[in-house]
């Protein structure tokens, strides 16, 4: 394939800000993020942003099928035209976030995902992949280093957060390479990291109700500089029937004056469990 700049000049594309479009240049890269992905032969991939199509044809001569999701329809032309040839690529003009990843296996086995996703709905992209995780084996995606950052962030550290503690709940990370910025046109003003997430059979800490455990999660770390006891008190889960929540904490073993940052993965699962009992028995 031509590089990507010579395609965006043969069909006039200007990259447009409001979806966040920067495009890899670069195509040693590109080549370096499918063979970090694992895909094989049998493998059903979905691509998130297909953009010029590049990617898409690499993953192609290494797949048996590609769907290749795009939402720009005048980026979609250009996949149509540059993948014409290509017989087992199936181009989709969608939104991802209304996409259904569980429409390509027919509900047998697992397919892969990757892409250099939009920066500006990053979160939301991974929030999806955790809501189809029993169908998914791995993502492989491109983030704003930042996020990645906070995707594979440990306890005790700033970055530590919501993401952090979901993604390692239900998946393990794996960090590919560092992206310069000068890798992409438009040129971002920061860098990126590419990271595999391998999707887990089961989830770390085996509980019921994956919803409790991102709502548990998500209200530990709304004021990150109360305590997890003072932040109980706001989740809408416990706010009508007002537990003692020192004594939940307590049953979950875990001090109610530490702050949510300091909470590993497998404790706001034990808590996420002692609340979703204390409910039943109500």
Not at 13 to 32: E, W
Not at 104 to 123: E, H, L, T
Not at 188 to 206: E, Q
Not at 216 to 229: D, L, M, P
């Amino acid at each position: 394939m031509e590089s990507p700049l010579k395609t965006l000049r043969k069909y006039n594309i200007r990259p447009v800000k409001r979806l966040g479009q920067s495009f890899l240049v670069d195509n040693n890269i590109t080549c370096r993020i499918v063979e970090a992905s694992g895909i094989g032969g049998d493998d059903t991939v979905v691509e998130i942003g297909a953009g010029l199509g590049v990617m898409t044809a690499m993953i192609a001569a290494r797949a048996k099928r590609v769907i290749a999701l795009e939402i720009d329809p005048k980026l979609v032309d250009v996949l149509n035209e540059e993948l014409k040839t290509i017989s087992n690529v199936e181009i989709v003009h969608t939104d991802v976030l209304r996409y259904d990843f569980s429409s390509p296996s027919g509900g047998k086995g697992r397919i892969k995902v990757i892409g250099n996703i939009p920066y500006n709905v990053s979160s939301q992209i991974l929030f999806r992949m955790i809501e189809f995780m029993d169908h998914i084996s791995s993502a492989t995606f491109m983030f704003q280093k930042e996020v990645a950052d906070r995707v594979a962030s440990p306890p005790g550290t700033k970055e530590y957060g919501i993401l952090s503690v979901i993604i390692a709940m239900y998946a393990e990370i794996s960090k590919i390479m560092t992206v310069s910025s000068s890798c992409f046109y438009p040129k971002p003003k920061v860098d990126s990291t590419v990271l595999r997430i391998d999707m887990r059979k089961s989830p770390l800490f085996a509980f019921p109700g994956r919803a409790l455990f991102v709502e548990t999660v998500k209200a530990a770390f709304s004021q990150r500089r109360k305590t997890i006891a003072n932040n109980l008190k706001g989740m809408d889960a416990l706010r009508s029937k007002k537990p003692d929540i020192p004594m939940l904490l307590a049953e979950a073993g875990i001090d109610g004056q530490r702050r949510g940052e300091t909470l590993t993965v497998e404790e706001f699962g034990r808590l996420a469990e002692t609340i979703s009992l204390w409910r039943c028995s109500r």
